[in-house]
């Protein structure tokens, strides 16, 4: 008899600031805001702040005014990035089969545990958060259930510093009641849409029509049917990913403005960076996107793919331009800019016949990447910039 899938889902509470409350132990019970500099936005608050009102993605600014005894600090990616490779070294010392969604999230593969450990799957489970708290002094919460959609909705239900088993026999009556925004994939649009039809919970969800959802939401409202229904067959994948999906650098400008040639300097600079990873990398990126806010908060993007690949400074700087005047289309003061390169593969390596400037080209990048990782970024300015 094979045994039902049992996955745990895994995710870390408020994990930046609860790392930060674990390498500076008198910051444990404060209010802990973490986010880039007055003008930025809050990348993480404790709980203790999240009383307050604070949430990720809200700015600096705001979050002063509802925290003012909050403690403020700057985002430390080099310590996260630490926390989370031994957070996931745990998660393996109990199952091989464990797949990394994010920095501070995953799904872990308990099917068969009582085999492995002698102890039924929950309780491996609890073993396992328990470890991750002791050992790194973070807050971290999981939810246990049949699919991994099921065991992501547990897991927000368990929070904060929780576990949550859902039998499976039990798992729709329990998650039906929650409201469809709960299901992983609902967004804000989404589930006004559904609202506006009447379909409120997951329950609703699952006993929604095929051709009902197909026409309010596309394939992927029929797939939230089987999401809602407990019909998730996606297995844990543990395979590494071949390689990074994409590279991208936002910049909150020291103040609101319409200088569209600084906006555009700013803009080239963030993509030459990029650039340069990416060639490092001995990647190449298909698509290039340019991003603003503006100073109200709202968000433009346009994005250009390309037929092939690139990595050169030159062909992404053009994309670049070519972008700049198609998303920048209000007479209002910007407030961050952000680049985007996506679609990585490896770089084409065949000559261009149309194209003999390539190869110089290419020196050129390779002698300025050079220069710049010697003596600073700063020391070059390519032709286009002042």
Not at 76 to 98: D, H, L, T, W
Not at 210 to 217: C, F, T
Not at 234 to 258: F, G, H, I
Not at 319 to 329: A, G, H, R, V
Request: aromatic fraction near 6%; charge should be positive; hydrophobic fraction near 40%.
């Amino acid at each position: 008899m094979v045994d039902a899938s049992l996955i745990l889902h895994v995710d870390a509470d408020a994990f930046y600031a609860s790392v930060e409350q674990a390498l500076d132990p008198s910051l444990k019970g404060c209010g802990v805001i973490v986010g880039g500099g007055d003008r930025g936005v809050v990348a993480a608050a404790s709980y203790e702040a999240r009383v307050c009102g604070v949430h990720s993605a809200m700015p600096i600014v705001q979050a002063r005014r509802l925290c003012p005894h909050a403690v403020f600090l700057e985002p430390n990616f080099r310590a996260y990035k630490e926390f989370s490779m031994r957070m996931f070294g745990i998660m393996r010392n109990y199952s091989p089969v464990v797949e990394v969604t994010s920095v501070d999230e995953g799904y872990v593969d308990l099917t068969g545990t009582l085999k492995l450990h002698k102890a039924p799957a929950w309780e491996v489970a609890n073993r396992m958060l328990c470890e991750i708290r002791s050992s790194l002094a973070i807050n971290v919460s999981g939810g246990l259930a049949g699919t991994k959609s099921y065991a992501k909705m547990a897991t927000s239900l368990a929070k904060p510093n929780g576990l949550l088993y859902l039998e499976p026999d039990k798992a729709r009556i329990i998650l039906g009641f929650l409201p469809a925004s709960a299901i992983p994939g609902v967004g804000e649009k989404a589930e006004d849409i559904l609202k506006r039809h009447g379909i409120l919970s997951v329950s609703d969800v699952a006993s929604a029509t095929p051709d009902l959802m197909l026409r309010l939401l596309g394939q992927s409202g029929e797939r939230l049917i089987d999401i809602a229904s407990g019909n998730d067959p996606r297995p844990v994948n543990s395979a590494p990913s071949d390689s990074q999906k994409s590279y991208s650098k936002d910049r909150t400008l020291e103040k609101d403005t319409m200088d569209y040639p600084y906006i555009r300097l700013v803009a080239r600079e963030l993509a030459e960076r990029l650039a340069q990873r990416l060639r490092a990398d001995g990647k190449a990126a298909r698509t290039v996107t340019f991003k603003i806010r503006y100073t109200d908060f709202a968000d433009v993007s346009r994005s250009l793919t390309l037929k092939e690949p690139v990595s050169g400074n030159a062909e992404i700087l053009n994309c670049l331009d070519c972008l700049f005047w198609k998303t920048i289309t209000r007479r209002t003061s910007v407030r961050q800019v952000g680049v985007k390169l996506s679609g990585i593969e490896d770089p084409v390596q065949q000559m261009n016949l149309f194209d003999p400037g390539l190869p110089l080209r290419r020196e050129l990048d390779r002698v300025v990447d050079t220069i710049r990782r010697r003596f600073g970024f700063d020391v070059i300015r390519l032709p286009g910039e002042k």
